[in-house]
């Protein structure tokens, strides 16, 4: 059996000392060094991984310290507490002795309580209706999804002129497809691309210092997903001072919120 890319990429090897030892993938190569979605989904791996880790994930924050150089990297995970139903997790992700990413986790064991989807799923075209995104494969990431923009797609012009709205709405999905978990979701979270270049398009070099992930989905609703379509909005709340953010959201095609992911960007 050839094994997915993905699964590839997130791949790791637990050592005695109870780290994790991981590499970058080929697949997933970006301008600068890896695929941001790829390196926090790694991260949360090595909790996923964890011999203690309790139930799913309900948050995740990693900050990006560095880029990672091609090669190994190792993945520390320590669990700061563990209560009854809750666990706050503490990830440190090295390269050559340096610290490249830190991040925290939240797991928790949940219970069927009452529930409701305030942010509703917006009306688009059905993914069949919109015509899959070609001429995007700048970098080699890119290549590993299937992205169908309903709105706002890469600019045709790099032009500077302020467009006013930095809002992009698209069906997107692993390719070759692959069944959701929480590892693929993650990375998922940050296919968009940077909203400045989508409110006011020129090529300006982008950095991500920090994403944070809140799932609303349990192991349950990511099966039932399977491999279907997702539909991501994502938007710019404000740019300032040579930093901006970028809030999204990922439902599936039964119009479930999975996910809601935060950037900031420098």
């Not at 790791?12 to 780290?19: E, F, I, S, T």
């Not at 799923?121 to 992205?147: C, I, T």
């Not at 698209?170 to 296919?191: E, H, I, Q």
């Amino acid at each position: 059996m050839i094994s997915h890319p993905f699964d590839t990429a997130v791949a790791l090897q637990p050592q005695a000392d109870g780290a994790f030892v991981g590499h970058t993938s080929v697949a997933y190569a970006n301008m600068v060094g890896p695929f941001g979605g790829v390196t926090a989904a790694q991260a949360l791996n090595a909790v996923l991984q964890h011999p203690q880790r309790l139930g799913d994930p309900i948050s995740l924050t990693v900050n990006f310290a560095a880029a990672l150089a091609d090669g190994p990297f190792t993945v520390i995970a320590r669990p700061a507490r563990t209560n009854r139903s809750t666990q706050h997790w503490v990830i440190e992700m090295q390269q050559n002795g340096e610290t490249v990413l830190t991040g925290t986790a939240f797991f928790g064991l949940r219970r069927e309580t009452w529930g409701a989807d305030e942010h509703t799923m917006p009306e688009v075209p059905a993914p069949s209706d919109v015509p899959r995104a070609s001429g995007l494969a700048r970098v080699e990431w890119v290549k590993r999804y299937e992205m169908r923009f309903a709105e706002g797609a890469i600019p045709a012009e790099w032009n500077g002129a302020d467009l006013g709205i930095s809002r992009t709405r698209l069906w997107l999905r692993d390719d070759p497809p692959r069944p959701l978990d929480f590892a693929s979701l993650t990375a998922l979270s940050d296919v968009f691309f940077p909203r400045i270049w989508r409110r006011r398009p020129l090529l300006v070099p982008i950095g991500t210092v920090s994403m944070t992930v809140y799932y609303h989905a349990d192991a349950a609703l990511l099966q039932a997903t399977d491999s279907g379509y997702l539909l991501g909005q994502s938007q710019a709340q404000a740019f300032c001072n040579g930093y901006f953010d970028q809030t999204a959201q990922l439902w599936n095609e039964s119009g479930n919120l999975l996910v809601i992911p935060f950037l900031l960007h420098k």
